[in-house]
């Protein structure tokens, strides 16, 4: 079915907007928790859940034991990214406010689109350039305008930045899933790429020694619903959707987190949540909107299905 790829997309960009929500829930049952420690949970979880079928799937395990040294390295490479995409992300929660979080973290098509233009051969056309500019106008003003201009609120510049650097990951881990999913079945690419990043969170949380700061039979709880969710619907949707259509095209596929996890935020009867965006994040976050969308529009091409 042509459609499936597409609807796929809606299903991940739904369950990955309530991500900030939950995490921002079980900051709040738990202020000990460090974001680190809610990164290796999520990906632990997501990882627990998608390794039985990954054990009972022979082709899956027969790809695996054949891929090549340099695939496996790309894909340790994808496992850093997402590993810092998360650290980082979690992190600016702490700091700033959903919106301006999630606003900057689906940035991504600033760096997808270049580098889709050097290293896959998708052309950049002049809208595309300008897409770029408009979103970077419109990160300079989310993170700037807030921090130099803004009284009180719960935007910082180091959140805003922690969550830029988690968008660019985000980018550089897309960018990656686009390329592997070319010849890896989307089962085997997300088991050893949730499966690296997960060991890597792990080394870092033990070696911090936050591996059990502030988790609770409630935030495992919160974790496993991440990782159903954002993890197994998200991110393992969203990476089988990378093998059947542009990473452009996906990456703007992502426009919808900022604006549901904003609305999940206002909306949602939980007074630690009601966040009312700035000025300068709703003028920044319809700049960094627009521009993603000029940035990742392309002409309608013909596009091979991958039978994974």
């Known amino acids: 079915m042509k459609s499936a790829p597409?609807?796929?997309l809606f299903i991940s960009v739904t369950t990955v907007s309530f991500a900030a929500i939950l995490i921002a829930i079980a900051n709040e049952i738990s202020p000990d928790l460090h974001p680190l420690t809610i990164a290796f949970y999520r990906l632990f979880f997501t990882t627990a859940l998608l390794a039985p079928?990954?054990?009972v799937h022979q082709p899956s395990r027969d790809e695996l034991m054949n891929l090549s040294?340099?695939?496996?390295l790309i894909m340790g490479g994808i496992g850093i990214a997402l590993a810092l995409h998360f650290s980082s992300w979690i992190a600016s929660l702490e700091l700033t406010s959903i919106?301006?979080?999630?606003?900057?973290?689906?940035?991504?098509?600033?760096?997808?689109?270049p580098l889709s233009f050097i290293l896959l051969k998708e052309a950049l056309s002049k809208r595309n350039i300008t897409g770029i500019l408009i979103s970077l106008l419109g990160v300079f003003i989310l993170v700037f305008g807030n921090n130099q201009f803004s009284l009180?609120?719960?935007d910082s510049l180091e959140g805003n930045l922690l969550a830029f650097i988690g968008g660019i990951a985000a980018g550089i881990y897309i960018l990656g899933g686009r390329l592997m999913r070319k010849n890896i079945s989307v089962i085997t690419y997300a088991f050893i790429v949730y499966f690296i990043t997960t060991v890597i969170l792990f080394l870092l949380c033990a070696g911090l020694g936050v591996l059990n700061n502030g988790v609770t039979e409630?935030?495992?709880?919160?974790?496993?619903?991440?990782?159903?969710?954002?993890?197994?619907?998200?991110h393992t949707l969203y990476n089988w959707s990378l093998g059947y259509v542009r990473a452009s095209v996906a990456s703007v596929a992502l426009l919808g987190e900022p604006l549901g996890s904003t609305l999940w935020a206002f909306i949602l009867p939980l007074s630690f949540l009601q966040q009312i965006p700035t000025?300068?994040?709703?003028?920044?976050?319809?700049?960094?909107?627009?521009?993603?969308?000029?940035?990742?529009?392309?002409?309608?091409e013909k596009t091979a299905v991958i039978p994974h």
């Open 99 to 113: 919106s301006s979080s999630v606003f900057l973290v689906t940035a991504h098509p600033i760096i997808v689109a």
């Open 279 to 300: 000025v300068y994040t709703l003028l920044g976050g319809v700049c960094i909107l627009s521009g993603i969308y000029l940035a990742s529009k392309k002409k309608k």
């Open 53 to 55: 079928l990954f054990i």
């Open 218 to 234: 409630l935030t495992l709880l919160l974790f496993l619903a991440m990782a159903v969710t954002s993890g197994i619907l998200g």
């Open 6 to 8: 597409y609807i796929a």
């Open 69 to 72: 040294r340099r695939s496996l």
């Open 152 to 154: 009180g609120g719960l």
